[in-house]
């Protein structure tokens, strides 16, 4: 097994009646705010909804890679290589904080890995667009990063334990990955022309996709109810959407940036900036597989894990030769 | 071909020298060295500690949740264990 302490396991099937009496004792733990910890009672429910989440997420850390880590040989100086060599390192560190969230729930990462690897799977849509020029590095952290930022402070008090304890360290690193970008966007915006316009170009080809992260309309989304009364999710999709354009379009305007979105307008008596409707149609296609990059995204990672099989071969091979040894 | 996975190791990093090792998660790695250096990578990319220490997972005995009672409730009502269950008389200082 892969849980932390997993010597013992609760190997006993309850009767319905016991069951129901356990399914009530936890919604009672979950709604008086008590976290729930990896070798606790809990219904097989929210032990797979756990696991699709968190292993989705760390997939999204892992191939979040691919689309930054195609500019890190080509940034433009040695200060912005090293803070994107920094900032890419740390979504590896994410998605491996993640699937050891995940394992603590019995899924092995092996398990896990597989699962991406052959498709089944999903991560994040946005990571399936390419990175054209140095501004999408800018509009990446902005927009991207401030995106995972808005829908990831909320799970740091996800009622399960180990993964809001994997959110707050991830949280605690993201800020620095958000004002990367922002800066590099200020930089190019305060810029020549030429860079101007590559940084409004950037901001036209990722703000729609950057609002697709935070997925479908409440009005779809089959899981949130649940996941809301499991106090997994504390907002809603479309909440969270409404705060992330709230504070992100100041910003755009404070760089003299436009957004491609020309029903964009602050309703003065809510403070909110109301926005045209997302093409759903899109996100779906991404989702499905059909995306720009989907594709050279699965290879990469596909590549990377058989390439890397032998390198794992023989650590394991070392380790049992040192300890016949010892 | 199923592949054997590298085992699972439990870190702790002591922040600062006067504190206690404390646990900050897992990872895998094929021995001792390499879940060291793992360690270092994962879990210290900010100064976040002076220490490390890592523990194979299987190793580690915890107690059930089931015993919970058993184990921690008899010391609920031993409140003569703590100091503010005795009247110390006014004047009486130093105590
Ligand atoms: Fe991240
Ligand atoms: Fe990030």
Not at chain 1, 109 to 116: A, N, S, T
Not at chain 1, 121 to 131: D, L, V
Not at chain 1, 191 to 202: K, L, N, S
Not at chain 2, 14 to 26: D, P
Request: charged fraction near 25%.
């Amino acid at each position: 097994m892969y849980t932390q302490g997993l010597d013992q396991s609760d190997t006993r099937t309850p009767g319905p009646e016991e069951e129901a009496q356990l399914v009530q004792a936890f919604q009672a733990r979950i709604d008086a705010e008590e976290k729930i910890e990896p070798r606790d009672w809990m219904p097989d429910a929210y032990r797979r909804t756990l696991v699709r989440q968190i292993s989705q997420h760390a997939h999204s850390e892992i191939v979040g890679m691919l689309p930054e880590g195609n500019w890190i040989t080509r940034a433009p100086s040695l200060k912005r290589k090293a803070i994107l060599l920094a900032k890419v390192q740390d979504e590896a560190g994410h998605g491996l904080y993640l699937y050891s969230a995940a394992e603590t729930l019995g899924t092995s990462r092996q398990q896990m890995v597989d699962q991406l690897l052959s498709g089944k799977a999903k991560y994040s849509s946005i990571f399936n667009y390419p990175t054209l020029n140095w501004a999408d590095i800018g509009a990446i952290g902005w927009l991207v990063d401030g995106a995972a930022i808005m829908n990831q402070i909320p799970l740091c008090r996800c009622s399960y334990g180990p993964y809001s304890r994997a959110m707050v360290r991830v949280c605690k690193e993201e800020s620095f990955h958000q004002r990367q970008g922002y800066e590099i966007m200020t930089v190019m915006a305060r810029g020549t022309d030429a860079q101007r316009r590559m940084a409004q170009d950037a901001l036209e080809r990722w703000w729609w996709p950057s609002l697709m992260m935070f997925g479908p309309s409440d009005s779809d989304s089959a899981h949130t109810a649940q996941s809301m009364r499991w106090k997994i999710k504390r907002f809603t999709n479309d909440e969270l959407r409404q705060k992330f354009v709230d504070v992100t379009v100041p910003q755009g305007h404070f760089l003299g940036l436009e957004f491609p979105d020309p029903e964009l307008k602050l309703d003065e008596q809510t403070g909110h900036w109301n926005f045209g409707p997302i093409d759903w149609s899109e996100f779906k296609q991404v989702l499905e597989g059909n995306g720009p990059c989907n594709a050279e995204r699965m290879r990469a990672r596909q590549t990377a894990h058989q390439e890397g099989a032998w390198v794992r071969q023989a650590l394991l091979a070392h380790a049992e030769k040192h300890e016949d040894i010892r | 071909m199923t592949e054997r996975e590298l085992p699972l190791w439990e870190v702790f990093i002591r922040s600062r020298t006067g504190l206690n090792h404390r646990h900050v998660g897992s990872l895998h790695a094929a021995d001792a060295a390499m879940a060291m250096q793992n360690a270092r990578d994962l879990y210290c990319r900010r100064q976040e500690g002076v220490s490390i220490w890592v523990v194979e997972s299987g190793l580690i005995h915890a107690s059930d949740p089931s015993d919970k009672e058993s184990l921690f409730d008899p010391a609920e009502d031993k409140i003569y264990r703590h100091p503010t269950f005795y009247d110390v008389p006014d004047g009486v200082e130093n105590i």
